[in-house]
């Protein structure tokens, strides 16, 4: 029986990818305003080739994109970016469609919530808290000094024994097969791929389910509970 649901946070929970494509698109703006000779779609998709690279939440692509770009760094041009990322990321963050009324009634039906994300401790704390989340999750796991990031089943196993279930007694969601699915996998999790956030279409992990919308998540667990119950 299904006790509890752990959840990616970016692009998961959170339209993280709204923010960055907007924001990326104004930093792009700025550093060309700025001095930048490149087409504007060029840099875009160089950018992301980056984040492809290095990782979505990379903290010196700015750096990496203008030693591609031009071959060195342009302080002025990369703080300009800096500055106009910082700007629009503040106003796009928010939480997908339903998603608060889906978790409403996930907790009416007793279910423990967690978060199990890539993101810094503090960082992943302070979209929580800025959307009001904060008082739907029973554990918070993300990343710190000297800890393990997804597909290490050290972060998995961290939010079970707080919430004290077992993994086949859990349903883990995420956007990123080979970190989100592939993790909950190896612990034994039911597995559920959230295809609407998926930034670079990845899908090479095996999954129990997948859904292009939140509320589907409600779905899912109704037909297990109808199934739990056959047994």
């Known amino acids: 029986m299904i006790k509890a649901v752990l959840f990616d946070l970016d692009n998961t929970l959170i339209d993280y990818s709204t923010m960055k494509n907007k924001s990326v698109e104004a930093a792009v703006d700025a550093m060309i305003v700025n001095g930048l000779s490149m087409d504007k779609k060029k840099a875009i998709e ?105 597909p290490h089943p050290l972060p998995f196993k961290k939010a079970l024994k707080a919430m004290k279930v077992k993994p086949e007694q859990v349903i883990f969601v995420g956007d990123n097969p080979e970190r989100d699915i592939a993790g909950a996998n190896r612990l034994g999790m039911t597995t559920v791929l959230a295809k609407y956030g998926q930034v670079f279409g990845h899908e090479f992990e095996f999954h129990n389910f997948s859904i292009n919308k939140f509320p589907e998540l409600l779905e899912i667990i109704n037909l297990l509970k109808k199934n739990a119950g056959k047994d």
Request: hydrophobic share 40%; glycine share 8%.
């Open 46 to 150: 160089l950018m992301f080739e980056l984040y492809k690279t290095h990782g979505i939440e990379y903290q010196r692509i700015f750096q990496k994109f203008l030693k591609k770009a031009i071959g060195k760094i342009d302080y002025k041009i990369m703080c300009s970016g800096i500055v106009a990322y910082r700007r629009i990321k503040e106003g796009y963050i928010k939480p997908y469609p339903n998603v608060k009324t889906i978790f409403e009634e996930l907790k009416k039906r007793g279910l423990k919530l967690g978060v199990v994300s890539d993101a810094p401790i503090i960082q992943a704390w302070l979209r929580i808290c800025g959307l009001r989340l904060q008082d739907y999750f029973d554990v918070v796991i993300g990343r710190s000094r000297n800890s393990k990031s997804k």
